[in-house]
T-cell receptor
Framework: RKEVEQDPGPFNVPEGATVAFNCTYSNSASQSFFWYRQDCRKEPKLLMSVYSSGNEDGRFTAQLNRASQYISLLIRDSKLSDSATYLCVVNREGNNRLAFGKGNQVVVIP | NAGVTQTPKFQVLKTGQSMTLQCAQDMNHEYMSWYRQDPGMGLRLIHYSVGAGITDQGEVPNGYNVSRSTTEDFPLRLLSAAPSQTSVYFC??????????????FGPGTRLTVL
């Protein structure tokens, strides 16, 4: 089983719609969780950290479910500018060795 | 602040050639890492460093060397390039280490092709 698994998609989303996707991780000792955004041929950039209590940043909501070992990202009122690949990132075993998922590709359609 | 810079942006090598990918950061970050990104594979950790003089292997270290003589610089050396090393290479830095929510800052990447 891969350390971090994501359905690569693509997720074709009408503008203004809501899209949500999950990421599962295999190491129950993982301590910190993130969503990064990567635009085509660009470097990844932090979108948001994912805390145990869940967190929201504008139209973006992230949740963590430790019991089932997954994190989720929900995007409301999708904009054309949300088109990107969203990378699930999990910290391994309390050190600086991050594990990246393959990413969820989101395409927002006018 | 320039953040994390990488040179070159593009490089074409022939099999067997060696080269060094440069990475520098001006944020006084202790942690620096090298990743490669291949289609359908996600980012994979090559080597990382928790401070000047300290380096360790990631999940795909074979064929690469690193050193960390200063806090700012973390070069990646390809010893004898192979076509399997064709990839996009990202350098990243962060303030602190694992177990805490430290943002990784990535450089713009180096696109390497080995013929």
């Amino acid at each position: 089983r891969k350390e971090v698994e994501q359905d690569p998609g693509p997720f074709n989303v009408p503008e203004g719609a809501t899209v949500a996707f999950n990421c599962t991780y295999s190491n129950s000792a993982s301590q910190s969780f993130f969503w990064y955004r990567q635009d085509c041929r660009k470097e990844p950039k932090l979108l948001m950290s994912v805390y145990s209590s869940g967190n929201e940043d504008g139209r973006f909501t992230a949740q963590l479910n430790r019991a089932s070992q997954y994190i989720s990202l929900l995007i409301r009122d999708s904009k054309l500018s949300d088109s990107a690949t969203y990378l699930c990132v999990v910290n391994r075993e309390g050190n600086n060795r991050l594990a990246f998922g393959k990413g969820n590709q989101v395409v927002v359609i006018p | 602040n320039a953040g994390v810079t990488q040179t070159p942006k593009f490089q074409v090598l022939k099999t067997g050639q060696s080269m060094t990918l440069q990475c520098a950061q001006d944020m006084n970050h202790e942690y620096m890492s090298w990743y490669r990104q291949d289609p359908g594979m996600g980012l994979r950790l090559i080597h990382y460093s928790v401070g000047a003089g300290i380096t360790d292997q990631g999940e795909v270290p074979n064929g690469y060397n690193v050193s960390r003589s200063t806090t700012e610089d973390f070069p990646l050396r390809l010893l004898s390039a192979a076509p399997s090393q064709t990839s996009v290479y990202f350098c990243a830095s962060s303030y602190g280490g694992g177990g805490s929510y430290n943002e990784q800052f990535f450089g713009p990447g180096t696109r390497l092709t080995v013929l």
